[in-house]
C-alpha cells in the first residue's frame, strides 16, 4: 500500500524547491480505503518540500524505494536519500493526520479505561489505515516522529 500514489511533476526548467514546487500532480489509488487515501495524499505533499537529491527521480531511485522493506526498519548513513525520505514522509504523515495533542489524549484514556474507545478508533481509520492506529499510539511513535522531523529539517 505505500506505492498506492505518487506525485507527477511537469518538466518546468526550473529546480525544485519548497520556495518554488512548480506544480505537482498527486495521484491516489482510488481503490484503497479512506485511511490509506487520505495517508497517501498527506505523505505525498510533504514530499513536495524534500530537496532535490532525495527525490524518486529515476528508476533506480525507485527501484530502491520499492525493495526499502518496512517503514518502520531503522535505516543507517548508507541508506539512499530517496529511500529515507520516504519512510520520514510516511511517518510524517501519520504525525500530521493524527495530531500530538489528540495522540496524547489518547494515550491517556488508554491508560485509564485500558482500552482506545472504538468511536475514536474509527474516527482515526478515516484518516489513517487501521493497521498503524495502534503503532501512532504506541510508546515509540514520538521519538521516531521527532527523528523523521530531525532528518528532514523540519523539527
Same mark, same amino acid.
Given at each position: ?6 506525485? !507527477? ?7 525544485? *524547491? ?19 487515501? $487520505? &495517508? ?18 529515476? *528508476?533506480?531511485? &525507485? ?6 522493506? #518496512? ?11 530517496? !529511500? !529515507?525520505?520516504?519512510? $520520514? ?19 491517556? #484514556? ?22 498503524? !492506529? ?9 521519538? #521516531?516522529?521527532?527523528?523523521? &522531523?530531525?532528518?528532514?529539517? &523540519?523539527?
Amino acid at each position: 500500500n505505500l506505492y498506492s500514489g505518487y506525485m !507527477v511533476r511537469p518538466y518546468t526548467g526550473r529546480a525544485h *524547491s519548497a520556495e518554488d514546487p512548480a506544480g505537482y500532480w498527486c495521484i491516489i489509488a482510488g481503490s484503497q480505503t479512506i485511511g490509506w487515501q $487520505n &495517508l497517501v495524499w498527506t505523505k505525498e505533499m510533504l514530499q513536495a518540500l524534500d530537496p532535490e537529491h532525495a527525490l524518486t527521480s529515476d *528508476s533506480d531511485k &525507485l527501484r530502491q524505494v520499492i525493495e526499502m522493506g #518496512e517503514v518502520h526498519e531503522p535505516h543507517d548513513s548508507d541508506t539512499d536519500a530517496c !529511500v !529515507v525520505a520516504d519512510k $520520514n514522509g510516511f511517518t510524517l504523515a501519520l504525525g500530521c493526520a493524527i495530531p500530538r495533542a489528540y495522540r496524547e489524549k489518547l494515550r491517556k #484514556e488508554i491508560q485509564e479505561t485500558g482500552k482506545l474507545d472504538p468511536l475514536e478508533r474509527a474516527n482515526m481509520e478515516n484518516y489513517i489505515p487501521a493497521e498503524y !492506529v495502534d503503532s501512532v499510539l504506541g510508546p515509540g511513535f514520538e521519538d #521516531e516522529f521527532n527523528r523523521a &522531523l530531525d532528518e528532514t529539517n &523540519l523539527g
